[in-house]
């Protein structure tokens, strides 16, 4: 471990039952200096959290709408409720506020049972181990504050390095991502970096596309181990301004950890 900073808030129990809280700290934000807001798979992380210590169970799934911004300084509040408590499953909704105006809610669920059954289907892409991927700095197409928080390396697939540049035109990008702080990898971690979904947009849509989340949903399917994840990233389609994306997060030994999808507004 080291002293780099964690790509995750800070989360202390609130007065209330279910109340958690939290500063949003400048390296979590990303967006230019002069409209910097809190990334959203930080967000949806917390929110995570707050179902897990809400309900003492791990996460199944959890789909966030993303309302406003939350800006660095800021004092944010995540009200986790169980809106139905089952013998094997217990279900949640998270408002996250900045104030008194939401600017987050998320629908989800934790539990689960002991069970022999299991079967993963998704067989993981045909990439190089992370060692042998190169590198990518994100710093010119996330943030410098992402690019601190999490590494990244290119396992298939194109990211522009330059607003002028023309690829292929790919549907699909594969990264392998850790975090910088050397924390293993837990649903939260795997949250933020399935966020990161936007960057498929580039070679599929053009390097000047940007994409501001609508909504966020992750889907967990065996228990994260180690630090690195492979990030695989497909645009399904954009049309009318907007885009969707899914992705699928696999372990270093190839496990299915858990699926992900996101909406888009698009802007260039």
């Known amino acids: 471990m080291t002293d780099k900073p964690a790509a995750l808030l800070a989360l202390t129990a609130g007065a209330d039952d279910g109340i958690f809280l939290a500063q949003v700290p400048e390296p979590l934000c990303v967006g230019p200096p002069a409209h910097q807001f809190l990334f959203g798979g930080i967000a949806l992380a917390a929110a995570i959290e707050a179902m897990e210590r809400r309900t ?3 996460a199944l799934f959890a789909s ?3 309302l406003t911004w939350a800006r660095p300084g800021d004092t944010l509040s995540f009200d986790a409720e169980i809106v139905a408590d089952g013998r094997v499953v217990r ?11 939401a600017f987050l809610r998320v629908q989800g669920a934790c539990g689960g049972q002991d069970a022999a059954i299991a079967r993963r289907d998704a067989a993981m892409p045909a990439v190089p181990p992370p060692d042998a991927c190169p590198g990518r700095s994100m710093a010119w197409r996330l943030s410098t504050n992402l690019n ?5 390396r290119l396992a298939s697939g194109a990211i522009p390095d330059r607003a002028d540049w023309s690829g ?4 699909d990008l594969a990264c392998w991502i850790r975090a910088r702080c050397g924390a293993p990898l837990d649903r939260r971690l795997l949250t933020v970096v399935a966020d990161c979904a936007f960057l498929a947009l580039d070679d ?4 000047t596309t940007r994409g501001s989340s609508l909504d966020n949903a992750i889907r967990f399917v065996a228990a994260p181990v180690g630090e690195w994840v492979l990030a695989a990233m497909h645009v399904d389609g954009g049309e009318n301004g907007i885009a969707h994306v899914a992705t699928r997060l696999f372990s270093e030994d190839g496990v299915l950890l858990a699926v992900a999808g996101q909406t888009m507004r698009l802007r260039g």
């Open 204 to 207: 599929a849509l053009g390097p």
């Open 148 to 152: 601190t928080l999490l590494e990244f």
């Open 64 to 66: 966030a709408q993303f």
């Open 56 to 58: 003492g169970r791990p």
């Open 168 to 171: 292929p035109g790919g549907v």
């Open 91 to 101: 279900q949640c909704r998270v408002t996250g506020r900045c104030g008194q105006p």
